[in-house]
């Protein structure tokens, strides 16, 4: 991203959450009312127009992607406070909202890290929406600090390190160089005892490496924004490079997978692109490599 500037694809992220409510009522899995305000300032108040656009097949993708892959996450985190979790770190938070719509996080220590330039927008744009989230922010300029500073810092901001954490790592490890990936994988693995998960999205690697026509011209998009695609795995390794930092694989499925699982049958469908994935991990004791 730019340096000066909040993250785009965070906000239009963002704004998908929000515009979700122009879905029929069985595929809204995960309304967000913040989401659209971190965008263009008419964008909020123009939703009840986006109604026609709602029926048009590469916007009806959009947003059901991104209700799907909101959901998973969420469903594995509530997974975690049940059985009696009350930590959550957002790694890269950009304009996540959990800290507000979800109920089940109440009482919960909640930190979310992420660069100046969007979190300072974020915090600014629900001061006007009168909206007080419960989050502790922890600002993070990830191209000048070096991450294994990080799990002390984190400790300062009111992590407790001797009790289990969900991390959530979501629509960022497409964005970092391998080496940026490693750092940030032993810096959870860091701040992760017994009982911590880390719930991540990713790209498969031919995602990035052979892309369709349609997946260049996004690519292409989101470059332009200072926020190009550079890393994925290929799911059949992605069990041995998390054991090697520490982690071992509990789950991992395309978004087309949890689609089917999500939505109705026709819904589901559209979101059929495999390179899309959701994976669960957990701290392990043995397999960190030096």
């Given amino acids: 991203m730019r340096e000066d500037a909040p993250s785009r694809t965070a ?8 515009m979700a409510q122009l879905l029929p009522p069985e ?4 309304p967000d009312p913040y989401g659209a305000a971190f965008s263009y300032p008419r964008l909020r108040a123009r939703l009840d127009h986006l109604r ?7 916007f009806k993708q959009w947003i059901l992607y991104m209700q799907v892959r909101t959901r998973v996450i969420d469903d594995a985190l509530r997974v975690f406070v049940a059985g009696g979790g009350r930590q959550v770190v957002l790694l890269g ?18 930190l979310e890290v992420d660069h100046p ?20 922010y922890v600002t993070w300029d990830f191209e000048s600090r070096a991450m294994d500073d990080l799990p ?6 009111g992590l407790d390190r001797a009790q289990s954490v969900f991390t959530i790592w979501e629509g960022v490890t497409m964005y970092l160089t391998e080496a ?54 290929d799911p059949k390794d992605l069990p041995a490079y998390l054991a090697a930092r520490g982690f071992k694989l509990e789950r991992d499925l395309s978004m087309a997978e949890a689609a089917r699982a999500l939505l109705p049958a026709d819904l589901a469908a559209l979101v059929a692109k495999e390179g899309r994935r959701f994976s669960l991990a957990a701290p392990e004791a043995i397999g960190l490599a030096s």
Avoid at 27 to 30: D, E, G, I, P
Avoid at 94 to 110: H, I, K, M
Avoid at 152 to 157: N, T
């Fill in 11 to 18: 906000a239009w992220v963002a704004a998908a959450r929000q």
């Fill in 27 to 30: 595929a809204q899995l995960a």
């Fill in 52 to 58: 026609l656009l709602a029926g048009t097949r590469a």
């Fill in 93 to 110: 938070a950009g304009y996540d909202t959990r800290a507000l719509r979800l109920p089940e996080l109440a009482g919960a220590t909640v």
């Fill in 117 to 136: 330039a969007t979190q300072g927008h974020k915090r600014g744009v629900l001061a006007q929406l009168g909206a007080e989230s419960p989050s502790r």
């Fill in 152 to 157: 002390d810092v984190l400790e300062e901001a």
């Fill in 180 to 233: 940026a990936i490693d750092a940030s994988l032993r810096a959870i693995r860091a701040w992760s005892p017994a009982g911590s998960k880390l719930a991540m999205t990713y790209f498969a690697k031919d995602r990035i490496t052979e892309p369709t026509l349609a997946t260049r011209m996004i690519k292409a998009v989101v470059a332009t924004f200072g926020e190009p695609w550079r890393f994925g795995w």
